[in-house]
């Protein structure tokens, strides 16, 4: 698959006016910083499910989802989950060759489109291996209230598959000191475990109080392996993040090595305003072909 079909099923999320806000966006807006969209880059690249949490509608998690899902692989693919599939649809999906992000816009019950609930939406949070990943967004202000979402009746996850769900970022729009208008930042970023007893692990947050992105985990633990021998959160961008804990690390200089190719890249886009989704993307695979993956580990 080309970027073109990378970019059209980013576009057909756009439920508003408008363009799709690509990542240059979000860090011009302070949603987040350069260090938090480095580390996501790397995720996104390295092969990351993706859940994009906020609470109530319009605060700006389907723009988060659809801006890291410009940082896909080259040859990564997009399927859209339109209606409620079983586990073999999903296989006969899946390519041997290319890796697989299923997008659901929404886990929510009504009949829209691309909306999953229930037994649908159980499927889907579980099907994740290591060529499959999901990307959708939830309705949840905190990683507990997801939890008793997800593992509620209605869906019914099991603990070990959720905590089989590798990248969960919470997102918040607030009102800017001093203005009515609002401002919206990613608060939480959390990573599967592959533990159920310990189901993920907040290695990000947003301090209110210094407008600051504080690092909270010296070192990612190895997630540990679940009863299928396999864990969408068994890769290896999860155990290679150091930074010194309770610090903001805002110089290029202290950002982790293997972060440091994505640092400035992104920070040569800002410098370059380049700022269309379609121009993203086209960058962001220029970069790619340039800086294989092994070297920047």
């Not at 070990?160 to 590798?166: I, N, R, T, V």
């Not at 392996?225 to 969408?232: L, M, V």
């Not at 190719?261 to 121009?279: D, G, M, S």
Request: aromatic share 8%; proline share 5%.
């Amino acid at each position: 698959m080309t970027q073109d079909h990378i970019v059209r099923e980013i576009n057909a999320l756009n439920q508003r006016m408008g363009r799709m806000l690509s990542i240059t966006d979000l860090l011009a807006a302070g949603t987040v910083d350069l260090q938090v969209a480095s580390y996501l880059m790397r995720a996104m690249r390295e092969g990351a499910s993706l859940l994009a949490c906020a609470g109530p509608g319009g605060t700006g998690k389907t723009t988060l989802m659809g801006a890291l899902l410009c940082f896909l692989p080259a040859h990564a693919v997009i399927k859209v989950v339109e209606q409620p599939q079983p586990l073999s649809w999903y296989e006969q999906q899946s390519d041997p060759e290319a890796p697989v992000w299923f997008l659901c816009h929404e886990l929510g019950p009504g009949p829209w489109y691309s909306y999953l609930w229930g037994e649908g939406a159980q499927t889907f949070l579980s099907m994740p291996n290591e060529q499959r990943f999901c990307a959708t967004t939830v309705h949840a202000d905190n990683l507990g209230e997801l939890r008793r979402l997800l593992q509620g009746k209605e869906i019914g996850l099991s603990l070990q598959d959720f905590a089989e769900l590798d990248l969960i970022l919470f997102i918040r729009a607030i009102r800017g000191r001093g203005t009515s208008r609002w401002q919206r930042r990613v608060t939480e970023i959390c990573l599967g475990t592959g533990d159920p007893q310990q189901t993920h692990q907040s290695i990000c947050r947003w301090d209110s109080h210094t407008d600051q992105f504080i690092w909270q985990s010296e070192e990612i633990k190895s997630p540990a392996i679940g009863s299928s021998g396999t864990t969408a959160a068994s890769r290896s961008w999860l155990s290679s993040f150091r930074s010194e804990p309770g610090k903001k690390v805002s110089e290029a200089a202290h950002i982790p090595a293997g972060l440091q190719p994505y640092y400035e890249f992104l920070r040569n886009l800002q410098e370059k305003r380049v700022i269309a989704l379609e121009e993203v993307r086209r960058e962001v695979l220029r970069f790619y072909r340039t800086s294989p993956r092994g070297s920047t580990r």
